[in-house]
């Protein structure tokens, strides 16, 4: 078994969570397991933006989709910080497809299609490093 490590990961509430008034969900959730908020803000994406955040993805059919979802309207990127950040993120979030996300997890609890998935959440810290730096400077992280 792998050490447990103090990490960052990037998370967002993506358009529709924002729509159906869930960021002070989302963030209690976070923060009812122990990881600190260290940076927020709300802004909206363009499809450049939006692209090149997922830019992994760029070949996948949902493509095109997705980036019109979260250019929809804004979102509230974030990093938490804790021991295991990564993957306590994405057991909170729960999988990608509602319908196969855990119970009490947000996915489970809010999400109404695979692409519509109120939250991402970073999957490794090579990824959280890129989505991090993304979306916020050190100048406005503020770690504790
Ligand atoms: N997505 C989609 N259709 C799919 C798979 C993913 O629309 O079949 C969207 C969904 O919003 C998902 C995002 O693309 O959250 C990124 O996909 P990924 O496989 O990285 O899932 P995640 O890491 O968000 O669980
Ligand atoms: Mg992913």
Redesign the pocket.
């Known amino acids: 078994m792998g050490k447990v490590m103090t990490e960052r990961t990037l998370a967002i509430v993506?358009p529709d969570g924002v729509q159906k008034g869930l960021v002070g969900e989302v963030v209690r959730r976070f923060e009812a397991a122990g990881l600190r908020v260290i940076a927020l803000k709300m802004i909206r994406l363009d499809a450049e933006r939006a692209g090149g955040f997922?830019h992994v993805?760029r070949e996948?059919p949902?493509f095109s989709?997705?980036v019109t979802?979260m250019t929809s309207g804004p979102i509230v990127p974030m990093v938490l910080e804790g021991e295991g950040a990564i993957a306590a993120v994405r057991r909170i979030?729960g999988?990608?497809d509602p319908a196969k996300a855990d119970p009490g997890t947000i996915r489970k609890d809010f999400a109404s299609s695979?692409?519509?998935?109120i939250v991402?959440?970073s999957?490794a810290p090579a990824t959280a490093s890129f989505e991090v730096g993304y979306f916020f400077s050190a100048l406005e992280m503020q770690p504790r």
């Open positions: 993506k997922y993805h996948r949902f989709s997705l979802f979030m999988a990608t695979i692409e519509r998935n991402h959440g999957d």
